[in-house]
């Protein structure tokens, strides 16, 4: 079983920068794409930023050139470096993950808990 626990956010006025967390444990082989997702009231949840294991990144348009996403292998851990922050990012923020567990024969996929982002003044 592989878990996410996502930290980092909060509430920040327009213009400022929060840098979110995820780390993923348990019994990983392997880790494929870690990425980030938001959902705000009454909207779908959307992707935000996404990394893969050979290093390409992916971003929606709203966020292109504000936000970078941003992996450390070794600990397993994805991060999303929000800058330039606007009241439409306000929203809560989901880590995801997937790959594969034990000797690698198992594949996961999994979502964090969730972290409250809100831009505000």
């Known amino acids: 079983q592989v878990q996410l626990v996502e930290s980092g956010g909060g509430l920040v006025q327009p213009g400022g920068s929060l840098r979110l967390s995820c780390a993923a444990s348990g019994n990983i082989f392997s880790i494929n794409t870690m990425g980030w997702y938001r959902q705000a009231p009454g909207k779908q949840r959307e992707m935000v930023a996404s990394a893969t294991s050979g290093g390409n990144s992916y971003y929606a348009d709203s966020v292109k050139g504000r936000f970078t996403i941003s992996r450390d292998y070794a600990k397993n851990t994805v991060y999303l470096q929000m800058n330039s922050l606007k009241p439409e990012d306000t929203a809560v923020y989901y880590c995801?993950?997937?790959?594969?567990?034990?000797?690698?024969?198992?594949?996961?996929?999994?979502w964090g808990q969730g972290t409250q982002v809100t831009v505000s003044s």
């Open positions: 995801n993950a997937d790959g594969r567990t034990g000797a690698g024969y198992f594949p996961f996929a999994g």
